[in-house]
C-alpha cells in the first residue's frame, strides 16, 4: 500500500498531512509538543474522521515522555503476518524509564520493554507514513491494549 493521505490525531484534534513536507511537520509536532494524550496516525488513500463511514485498517499510536516513547500498531488484516496489536519492544529499556502513558485517562502505561529513544520513535513514525505497514526500524511484542 502507498498511502496518500495521513491522518493524526494530535491533542484530540484531527489533522492532515499529503506531501512531503507537511507529513514532516507533523511528525515534528508529535514528538516535540508536551501532551498526556497520544497521538494517532492513520496511513491511508483518504482522510479520516470521526463520521467517516470507513476506518482505517492499520493505526500507530504514538506517546512521548523526556527523550522517550512508546508505539502501539493495530493491523486488522487478518490475513497478514502482523494481524493483531503490538507494542515497541526495547530488549535493554532504561533502569529509569518514565512512565510513557498509553492511555493517562484510566490510567494506563506501557509497559517498560515498549520504551525506544526518541529518534527511533521518530524513526518508524516516518516508516509508518510512507508505507502504511507496522515499520521494521523497531522490534514488537504482543500488547495487551489498543
Known amino acids: 500500500m502507498t498511502p496518500t493521505v495521513i491522518t493524526a ?9 499529503r506531501t512531503g513536507a507537511e507529513v514532516e511537520r507533523l511528525l ?3 514528538i516535540t509538543t508536551t501532551s498526556d494524550w497520544a497521538s494517532l496516525l492513520y496511513a ?4 479520516f474522521a470521526d463520521d467517516s463511514d470507513v476506518r482505517p485498517i ?3 499510536r504514538v506517546s512521548v515522555e523526556t ?13 497478514d503476518d502482523t494481524h493483531g496489536t503490538w507494542d515497541s519492544w526495547n530488549s535493554k529499556p532504561p533502569v ?8 493517562p485517562g484510566t490510567p494506563t502505561a506501557f ?23 507496522r ?3 523497531v522490534r514488537w511484542q504482543p500488547a495487551r491494549w489498543y
Open 58 to 60: 492499520r493505526q500507530l
Open 28 to 30: 515534528d509536532d508529535i
Open 111 to 133: 509497559p517498560t520493554s515498549a520504551a525506544l529513544p526518541i529518534a527511533l520513535v521518530r524513526q518508524a513514525m516516518s516508516e509508518f507514513c510512507r508505507t502504511g505497514v
Open 135 to 137: 515499520p521494521e526500524c
Open 96 to 103: 529509569h524509564t518514565p512512565n510513557i502513558w498509553f492511555d
Open 67 to 79: 527523550g522517550w516513547g512508546a508505539l502501539n500498531f493495530v493491523n486488522e488484516v487478518k490475513t
Open 9 to 17: 490525531i494530535v491533542h484530540n484534534d484531527y489533522r492532515y498531512a
Open 44 to 47: 491511508s488513500d483518504r482522510p
